[in-house]
């Protein structure tokens, strides 16, 4: 739910809502849809990104890293500390590797990714003890609609 009176996102379904509405911006450049947004502590968005791979031909232009870049430079250091971050895909090693750098508190995410995700499913990056910071994680949120906007994608490709 979004608190009008202070702009913030205050719960973990509405997290993924707004990812979703973020990644359906992304299929206008040819890239994947999946969304990312990240909220401080009290719940204000600091910044949200989607997929840019095809837009930017950049490799690392995931919508995680998008965003935490974004998120960081409006608090102005690399830490994000007490920081959520949702996204409707779970999160590759690439992004998972970079969420623990980033001291994020919370991930938060939508659809399993068996294939290439690293938060639970094929790696547990994130969870791994042998690391200094290991973030709280929320799987499955809204997970079949944010599936759905996957298959949809993929198969207007076909």
């Given amino acids: 739910m979004v608190d009008l009176r202070r702009g913030t996102l205050t719960s973990d379904e509405a997290l ?3 990812a979703l509405e973020v990644a359906a911006e992304a299929p206008q450049t040819g ?3 999946i969304g990312a947004v990240v909220v401080d502590a009290a719940g204000r968005e600091l910044a949200a990104a989607c997929n ?8 690392t232009a995931h919508a995680e890293l ?3 870049r974004a998120a960081a430079a409006v608090r102005g250091e690399w830490r994000l500390e007490g920081c959520t971050l949702a996204v409707t895909v779970e999160p590759c090693t690439m992004c998972a590797g970079a969420l623990g750098l980033a001291r994020v508190a919370r991930v938060v995410f939508g659809a399993w990714e ?3 995700g690293a938060v639970g499913s094929l790696w547990d990056v994130v969870r791994d003890r042998r690391l200094n910071h290991r973030p709280e994680v929320v799987a499955g949120v809204l997970a079949e609609e944010c599936a759905a906007l996957l298959e949809s994608f993929f198969a207007a490709q076909r």
């Fill in 16 to 18: 993924v809502r707004r």
């Fill in 31 to 33: 890239d994947v849809p």
């Fill in 52 to 59: 840019a791979r095809e837009a930017l031909a950049d490799p």
């Fill in 66 to 68: 998008l965003a935490l």
């Fill in 114 to 116: 068996p294939k290439t």
